[in-house]
């Protein structure tokens, strides 16, 4: 793959078209006001039928999953994966509001992590429960994993426990912070250890549950004031000994009363998670080049459009490298997909990297080439910049992508 096909060009243009006029007029409410961003969301799903195309993939592995708990063949049904057109759009997608919206990208895909959390491991009634109003969007999903004394180290630091009671429930307690969608969640996919006696806490079982809003004892905070990605709410949960039957376990528990788990490799999950950031990485380098080039043309000093400054053209010449190198790296991504050769762990690290570090310089420069303009929020840049950010620390920090591609170097 050298460049987007005509059809996914097509395709790109109507995604524009909807930001033209859904998102670019309610950018002041999203970004300033406390404007939610679901039904916009909701709107962008029906709108290019992602809703439907959900409802009927998720049909698919579910009767399928079903004929296979029946020992019947069901090798004719699809197992509920787009593939790599799919993969193609998704990725446009995400580029494309991040031009305007980084945070819209962020709440949606949050949904989409905690759907994907219960479609991996869930039963077939923890599927219907709650997997399915979450892909199509009609419910707000979070994914609460950080807490307030682990973040990196997010599985041996975790204080959040489930203790088996003596009717078999799990009580729940702790407490999670940096939350994406919390303050507006319907469901939430809560990880937590098992309270284990006489188990070094490191070492305790983890366990994933399904919440829903309103539980007694689940209290999700407001939003939390942040530096950028206003259009995606963040908050905190605290749980005060909330019940939860053995129905709400993932992956694990009480097989006999919620029936067959699978377990899935939760760094395939952090891999996807990464990779998506390189596609938002992406939006936000294209966004700042096009303003840029735009403002060096227009802007006048000494008598001459900056453009003809050396020092400036040197600027657009790095972010047209890093457009260049992320652009290639994504559809080197997609083609592997096409191939059926998907990346390594080490190497989604390394491309979320390498992108969110460009794109945070890349917004940084687009700033200075604005000059006192690029301070002020009428010329986007500044959003930009504090949009991106975010990048270089949540789906793992840049230390954190480091250790992964150093370990599998040193691994070989
Ligand atoms: C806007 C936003 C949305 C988020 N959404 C979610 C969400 O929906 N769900 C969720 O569960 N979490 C979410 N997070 C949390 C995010 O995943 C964490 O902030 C991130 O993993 C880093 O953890 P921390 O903030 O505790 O930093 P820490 O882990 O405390 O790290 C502090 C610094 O130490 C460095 N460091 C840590 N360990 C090492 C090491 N071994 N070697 C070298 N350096 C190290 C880090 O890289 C960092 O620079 C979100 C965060 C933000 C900012």
Known sequence: ?????????LIRDTIRRFIQE??????????HGDMPPYDIIRK???????DEVARQRFERAIEREEAEERGESAASASDGDGGAEDLAIDTLLSMELCRYSAGIVTAMGVTQLAAGAIMSQGTVEQKRRWGLDLLTAEKVGSWAITEPGSGSDAFGGMQSTAKLDADGNYVLNGSKT????GPYADTIVFICKLAEEGVEPRQRKIMTFVLDRGMEGLEQSGRLRK???HSSPTGQLFLDNVIAGPERVLGGGDRKKSGTRKKSDPRATFAAERVGVVSMSLGVVERCLELCIDYA???VQWEKPIGEYQLIQLKLANMEVARFNIQNMLFNYLERKRENQPMSFAEASAMKLYSTTAAVEVASEAIQLFGGNGYMAEYQVEQLYRDARVMRIYAGTDEMQVRAIARDLLSR
């Open 22 to 31: 859904e998102i670019v007029p309610n950018q002041e409410a999203l970004e």
């Open 297 to 299: 043309k227009e802007r």
């Open 178 to 181: 940096f939350i994406t969608n």
């Open 1 to 9: 793959m050298i460049e987007w096909s005509e059809e996914q060009q």
């Open 227 to 229: 530096m950028g990605l």
């Open 44 to 50: 962008m799903y029906q709108t290019f039928g992602v």
